[in-house]
C-alpha cells in the first residue's frame, strides 16, 4: 500500500513539472510568434489582434511537438531537485525504496505521454498547422512568403496540349490548393505559348481550376479571367506526395502516404523516418526522464547542483545534436529511417541506465 501510494505520488509530481513546463513554453513561444505576426501586420488595419492571436495559437503546436523531450528532460530534473530540496528522497530512502523504484513512476508518466503525443496530440497539430496556414494566407494573401524556400513549389506536368511549368509561392492543404502562381505553358513542340498570373489554384479530377488570371501571350495583349481550366493527369494522392512534408502529415496517414508515394515513384525516407520517430516518442521521452535522474538524485547537501543542472542539459543537447545527424543521413538515404529514428533513443537509454546504475549501485 505505501509502495503504491508513492508511486502514484512521484508520477503526479512528475506529470505536474512536465506539463507546467510544456505550458509555459506554449504562451512564450505564442507570444513570441504573436509579436512576430503583429509586426507584419502592422500596415494592414483590417486585420484584428484576435486573428493574429489565433494564428499564432494554432502555429506553435508543431514546434512544440520538437520541443517535447525537452520538456520531459527539464520537467523530471525540476520534480527531482525539489523532491530532493524538500528531503522526500531521503526518506524514501530511509523506508527501503531504491532509486529504481521512484524512478519508475516517472518512466511509465512518460511513455504514456508519449503514446499520446503520438496518437492524439500529432493529428491535432497537423490539422492546426494546415489552419494556420490558411488564416495567414487569409490575412496576408501572397506577400507573406511561403513557409518552404524562396523559390516556392513547382511542378512540371505533360499532357496532350503540351508541357506547363507550375511555379507557387503557398501551398495549402497539402498541396490541394496553391496560390501566388505563375505557369508557363509551352506546345507540344516545345515552343513557348502563353504565361499565366493566377491568384489561386485548386485541383480537381483531370483539370487544374485556376481563378482570377491574366494570361500572356508573344503576339496580344494581356487576357483577364475569372476562370480558366487546365488540363492534368495528377491526381491529389500525387501532389499531396509532392507538396506536403512529413511534419505536416498525421501519424495515422502516414502509413497511407508512405504506401501511395511508393507506388507513385516518390522517395520515402522522410515519410518513413517521421513514422519511425513517432513510433519511438514514448521510448525518447522515457529515455529523457533517465537522464534527468542521473543528474538529479544528488543530495543539496553535498552541493554541486548547478553542474547537476548544466550537465543534464548538455546532455540532452547532445542527444538532440544525435538525433540532427541521423535524421540529416536518412533523409540522404544514408541510413536506414528504422535505425535513424531509433539511434537516439538507445544511446539516451543506455547512457541514462549506466549512469544511475553506476550512482546508485557503484
Known amino acids: 500500500m505505501i509502495a503504491s501510494t508513492l508511486n502514484r505520488y512521484f508520477a503526479a509530481r512528475f506529470v505536474t513539472a512536465a506539463l507546467a513546463v510544456f505550458a509555459g513554453l506554449f504562451v512564450l513561444l505564442v507570444f513570441v510568434d504573436y509579436i512576430d505576426l503583429l509586426r507584419r501586420a502592422g500596415g494592414r ?22 520541443l517535447m523531450p525537452f520538456c520531459i528532460l527539464i520537467g523530471a530534473m525540476t520534480c527531482y531537485l525539489a523532491l530532493s530540496r524538500r528531503l522526500e528522497l531521503v526518506v524514501a530512502r530511509a523506508a527501503g525504496i531504491s532509486a529504481w523504484q521512484f524512478i519508475a513512476p516517472a518512466l511509465w508518466s512518460a511513455l504514456a505521454l508519449g503514446v ?46 503540351g508541357q506547363a511549368i507550375i511555379n507557387a509561392s503557398r501551398s495549402q492543404q497539402q498541396g ?53 481550366l487546365l488540363p ?43 513514422f519511425h520517430k513517432l513510433l519511438a516518442r514514448p521510448f525518447l521521452l522515457a529515455a529523457m526522464v533517465m537522464l534527468a535522474a542521473s543528474v538529479s538524485l544528488r543530495f543539496f547537501r553535498f552541493g554541486g547542483v548547478q553542474k547537476m543542472v548544466l550537465s543534464g542539459v ?9 538525433s540532427k545527424v541521423t535524421e540529416d543521413l536518412s533523409k540522404a538515404e544514408l541510413m536506414h529511417p528504422l535505425a535513424a529514428a531509433w539511434l537516439p533513443v538507445c544511446v539516451g537509454s543506455l547512457a541514462g541506465f549506466l549512469a544511475l546504475l553506476h550512482l546508485e549501485d557503484g
Do not use: C, H
Not at 204 to 224: A, C, I
Open 45 to 66: 488595419p483590417s486585420i484584428s489582434a484576435l486573428l493574429i492571436v489565433q494564428t499564432s495559437v494554432y502555429r506553435v503546436p508543431q514546434l512544440l511537438e520538437r
Open 176 to 228: 490541394a490548393l496553391l496560390t501566388g502562381l505563375s505557369v508557363f505553358r509551352f506546345e507540344p513542340d516545345f515552343s513557348f505559348k502563353e504565361r499565366i498570373e493566377a491568384r489561386e489554384a485548386t485541383l480537381e479530377p483531370g483539370f487544374w481550376r485556376f481563378k482570377n488570371l491574366r494570361r500572356y501571350t508573344l503576339d496580344g495583349p494581356p487576357v483577364d479571367q475569372e476562370v480558366f
Open 314 to 322: 548538455g546532455a540532452g543537447f547532445l542527444l538532440y545534436i544525435l
Open 116 to 161: 499520446f503525443a503520438t496518437v492524439v496530440f500529432n493529428p491535432m497539430s497537423a490539422n492546426m498547422q494546415e489552419r494556420a496556414k490558411q488564416m495567414e494566407a487569409e490575412m496576408f494573401g501572397d506577400s507573406s512568403g511561403s513557409l518552404q524556400d524562396a523559390s516556392g513549389f513547382w511542378i512540371n506536368q505533360v499532357t496532350s496540349e
Open 232 to 274: 492534368t493527369t495528377l491526381t491529389l494522392a500525387q501532389v499531396r506526395n509532392s507538396f506536403s512534408t512529413p511534419e505536416t502529415v498525421s501519424f495515422w496517414q502516414l502509413p497511407g502516404y508512405i504506401r501511395s508515394s511508393e507506388s507513385s515513384g516518390f522517395a520515402t525516407a522522410g515519410y518513413r523516418l517521421q
